[in-house]
Every structure is written in structure tokens, then in C-alpha cells.
């Protein structure tokens, strides 16, 4: 299992967003770090075909990005995600299935596993709108993970959550990359240090830093500061 990115480049007109990213993931969890512009959303949306690249090729077990069998093996979760504020977390399982092809057994059997595994089981015929953020989250990650994806993407998915739902969320991340590729992105240091198996950093829509991450987690946040001049957040 391997999601190959070559020199990928994405201009609008006279700005660069991203600017000849070369990456070679393999299945475990990837930390994508980076302050607000830094071209990480460009990035992941290219992953899903949402955007098409300016320059370069994105392939994964040597299946173009553009292909309807590589996003059959694809789970995303935006920073924006939309959902039905009417629905109950079931229906909007269900829904969401029979949008991925899912057959109305399959889709119950599927929704039941997800809704348990994200711990959202009692809470599956309540109404969207009564759900925390953290819940709502929660509901996301499971839709993404509906046809059992090979490749997850997630952007931004522990922004605005309470440390106690971040720790949850970060728990049920770990267990995902063990069986997938899973690209977090983030710009909350601590994120990345609990879980992530290798930790990448964006600036300016280039790739400025690729590997594992050996020091201590005050030297990650220290590098990150000095980069992005932000102030970290803590979990």
C-alpha cells in the first residue's frame, strides 16, 4: 500500500499554493503540520480530486487520483464538512452509504459497526443538531470510514474540540493507521506528537520537513514556533 505524490503544484494565477510536494506514504499515520495558508488544504483536496493539479501526478497502488477505483478506496473528512442538521446520526450514516453504494444491508450492518466504534451508539437517533462539536466530528470520521477506505484524509478534524474529546479523537486515529494510510493535518502541535508515525511540515505551500519525529515534544513546538511564529495550543 503506497500513495505516491510527485512534484505536485497547484498556481491561481500569479500565487502559488503548492509548490512541488513530493511525498512516498506508506500505511500508518502522517502528521501534516502547518500554519492557516500554508497550502495544507490545497494539498489534501488534490488527494481527493476535488481540485486537479497544476503540475505533477498523485497515485496510489498505481491508480491515478482521477479514477473511480481510487476513490472507491478513499475516506475523507473535510475541515468544512457539511452534514443535515435534521438527520439523525443513523439516517445520516445510511445516507451516506447509499451516496458510496452502499446496498441497505450493507448500510445498516456498516452504520451499527461505525456508530460503536466512534462511540456514538447512543447517541444514533438523536437529531445532528443536538451533537457537539466533538460528536459531530465523530459522525464524520465514521462516514469517511463507510467503505472501509485504504487511504484516509482528515483536515483540521481536532479544531475547536475540548481536550477530552481531542485525547478520544487522537485514540481512535491511532487505531485506524495501523490498517491504513491516514494523513492528519493540523496545525495543533500536540496532535501530531501523540499519534502521528511521521510528522510533515508546510510552509508557503512547500514541503519543508519529512521524517520521524525524534526529539522531545517542547522541540517540535519550538521548531513549529520559529517556522509559523504562532502560539501553540495545548491539549
Not at 450514516?93 to 447509499?98: D, E, I, K, W
Not at 495501523?178 to 501530531?192: A, E, M, N, P, Q
Not at 510533515?200 to 517556522?227: A, C, H, N, P, T
Request: contains cysteine; aromatic residues 8%.
Amino acid at each position: 500500500m503506497e500513495l505516491v505524490i510527485d512534484r505536485v503544484s497547484k498556481q491561481y494565477k500569479n500565487k502559488i499554493a503548492v509548490d512541488r510536494v513530493s511525498l512516498h506514504l506508506q500505511k500508518g499515520v502522517y502528521g501534516l503540520l502547518g500554519a492557516n495558508g500554508a497550502g495544507k488544504t490545497t494539498l489534501m483536496r488534490m488527494l481527493c480530486g476535488i481540485l486537479k493539479p497544476t503540475g505533477g501526478t498523485i497515485v496510489f497502488d498505481g491508480m491515478d487520483v482521477e479514477t473511480e477505483e481510487y476513490r472507491s478506496r478513499l475516506g475523507y473528512l473535510p475541515q468544512d464538512f457539511g452534514y443535515y442538521p435534521d438527520f439523525t446520526g443513523w439516517d445520516f450514516l445510511l445516507y451516506m452509504a447509499a451516496l458510496k453504494g452502499l446496498n441497505r444491508a450493507q448500510a445498516k450492518e456498516k452504520a451499527k459497526e461505525l456508530l460503536e466504534l466512534v462511540a456514538l451508539e447512543d447517541a444514533a437517533k438523536k437529531k445532528i443538531k443536538t451533537y457537539s462539536g466533538g460528536m459531530k466530528q465523530r459522525l464524520g470520521i465514521a462516514q469517511a470510514l463507510l467503505n472501509e477506505p485504504d487511504l484516509l484524509i482528515l483536515d483540521e478534524p481536532t479544531a475547536g474540540l475540548d481536550p477530552k474529546e481531542r485525547v478520544r479523537f487522537r485514540n481512535l486515529i491511532a487505531k485506524l493507521g495501523k490498517d491504513s494510510i491516514v494523513l492528519l493535518s493540523t496545525h495543533i502541535v500536540s496532535d501530531v506528537e501523540h499519534i502521528a508515525d511521521s510528522v510533515l511540515m508546510m510552509k508557503d505551500g512547500q514541503l519543508i520537513y519529512e521524517g520521524k519525529w525524534d526529539g522531545s515534544r517542547e522541540d517540535l513546538e519550538d521548531f513549529y514556533l520559529k517556522q509559523f511564529g504562532e502560539e501553540k495550543e495545548d491539549d
